[in-house]
């Protein structure tokens, strides 16, 4: 089993930056890839950056230019700083990772998610 627990979230004004981890602990072999998603109110869960384990990334249009994702291998954790927030990223951010076990059983996982608040 693989657990996320994601912190830094919060409420921020517009213009201001957050920055959200998220640490992986368990029966961890390997993390591959890893990855930050957000769910608004009455919206879908989307994906807003992704980073594989040799630190390629990619991100959603709405957050590319404010957002980095980054990561450190060593601690199984995944970061999410975040500038120039807008009130339109305000959501739930979740962390997702696929990792490899002791036991070489591939897992997707989900922390419980983060609140981000931007304010005007």
């Known amino acids: 089993q693989v657990q996320l627990v994601e912190s830094g979230g919060g409420l921020v004004q517009a213009g201001g930056s957050l920055r959200l981890s998220c640490a992986a602990s368990?029966?961890?072999?390997?993390?591959?890839?890893m990855a930050w998603y957000r769910q608004a109110p009455g919206k879908q869960r989307e994906l807003v950056a992704a980073i594989t384990r040799g630190g390629t990334t990619n991100y959603a249009d709405s957050v590319k230019g404010r957002f980095t994702i980054s990561r450190d291998n060593a601690k199984n954790t995944v970061y999410l700083q975040m500038n120039s927030l807008k009130p339109e990223d305000t959501a739930v951010y979740y962390c997702?990772?696929?990792?490899?076990?002791?036991?070489?059983?591939?897992?997707?996982?989900w922390g419980q998610g983060t609140q981000v608040i931007v304010s005007l």
């Open positions: 368990g029966s961890i072999f390997r993390i591959n890839a």
């Open positions: 997702n990772s696929e990792a490899l076990t002791h036991s070489l059983e591939a897992i997707g996982s």
